[in-house]
């Protein structure tokens, strides 16, 4: 099974169609936040500096995220492939992510790209906000989440096409999480043939 990158902007449902994707082929599913979240909790030394980073305010560095998902990759059984989700977010951290399976002796794969209307996006997670009681997310921290989406995240996507990986699946076509979903599945199910 080939690597999935799962690619879109807040709230177009990375989490919640990889979790699909990996319960649909038996596939590891590697959450950048989970990952980090876990490697806290346990109090690793990966998650120990990673601890430092966030206490000062900083973001981690893209060579410490790379350690902790290589970390969690390696430790996945082999040849089922894995789903990234909410990594990589910017060119450099792709090219280090390609390095890194390239390492391995593994590449890419494939990259899964979410194109949902902002409106859509921004109802999303309103009501996520409300269910889950997130006060840091209303409409203006969102709006900024957008922009540096846009500014940051989206020129990636760019980068995947150049590297003949990228595969688009638009809301506005699919009109439906399930209708969605089975574009990705015959996506999948097609390169993987």
């Known amino acids: ?14 989490g919640t169609y ?7 082929y038996g596939m590891g599913h590697i959450s950048t936040g989970d990952v980090l979240r876990a490697e806290i909790k346990e109090g690793t030394e990966l998650g120990r500096i990673a601890q430092g980073y966030i206490d000062n305010g900083q973001l981690i560095p893209d060579e410490l995220m790379i350690d902790i998902l290589a970390n969690k990759y390696d430790s996945m059984p082999a040849g089922q ?15 280090a992510l390609k390095k890194m399976l390239a390492e391995r002796g593994h590449d890419l794969g494939m ?13 999303r ?16 921290t969102i709006r900024k989440r957008f922009a540096v ?3 940051q995240t989206e020129p990636l996507s760019r980068w995947f096409a150049e590297e003949g990986i990228r595969n688009t699946f638009d809301w506005d076509i699919c009109k439906t ?4 979903l089975e574009a990705i599945f015959k996506e999948i199910e097609k390169q993987n043939a």
């Not at 990889?18 to 649909?24: F, G, L």
């Not at 979410?114 to 921004?122: A, G, K, S």
């Not at 409300?130 to 409409?139: H, S």
């Not at 999480?177 to 969605?180: D, T």
């Open 1 to 14: 099974m080939k690597n999935i990158i799962i690619f879109g902007a807040p709230g177009s449902g990375k």
């Open 111 to 123: 990259m899964i790209e979410l194109i949902v209307p902002e409106d859509v996006l921004m109802f």
């Open 125 to 140: 997670l309103l009501r996520r906000a409300g269910l889950e009681g997130r006060a840091d997310d209303n409409e203006e």
């Open 81 to 95: 492939g894995v789903i990234f989700d909410g990594f990589p977010r910017t060119i450099a951290q792709a090219e």
């Open 177 to 180: 999480k399930e209708g969605m």
């Open 149 to 151: 989406y846009h500014a």
């Open 18 to 24: 990889s979790a699909e994707i990996a319960s649909r």
